[in-house]
């Protein structure tokens, strides 16, 4: 009976998901509020450039740490970009890869997201251009491919991102309004937080009963 209470509480556990702990939540949090304030800018870049904006918001999250970094914070810069020899703006000095790299400043985060666009232009990222635009997993590979960054794990960093917060939903094609877009997004993602934390309340009196009958039984 002891060797069944284990296992069935193993599979139990083991096939449902548990709500976020304390530091989960709050970079949901953080990562909502960066969408709710720069969603228009990556589907208006979307829109000139045909970059997915699910990939120009996975990438602001990860490269600003959801606009919470210092780098982002300093410089208004959401995509990590170097200055590189072409760059004639403000600059900024950072440790990243080496000590005291250049980085570039932007006056406006709605700069940093249309440099972007511009940075991407680059010969080095042309395959990009060449994908579905709702294909956000061959956007992420490609661009480890073509070097936008030195993690060996980017391509699966920006895919998970993109997934955790249901991104690619703003890539679908649809007439609906900006506004109206990210608005039936934040009331998605409401919704989807309000089921995962019911489901939980509801998993968690099952497993507390299951428990207490075989305490019971035991007994």
Partial sequence: MKKFFYFALFFLMSSFSFPQGKGDRKEYVYVI?????YAVFAMEEMEKFGIPASI?????ILESSSGNSSLSKATNNHFGIKCGKNWMGNVYYHDDDVPKECFRKYDSVQESFHDHSKFLQQPRYYKLFLLKKDDYQAWATELKKAGYATSLNYANLLIDQIEKYSLWKFDQNTSSSIEKRINQYLNYMMKKNQN???FFKRFSKK???FIKFFLTKKN
């Fill in 33 to 37: 509020e960066y969408i709710k304030k």
């Fill in 207 to 209: 497993l507390r009963f």
């Fill in 196 to 198: 995962e934390d019911s």
């Fill in 56 to 60: 120009k918001l996975g990438q602001g």
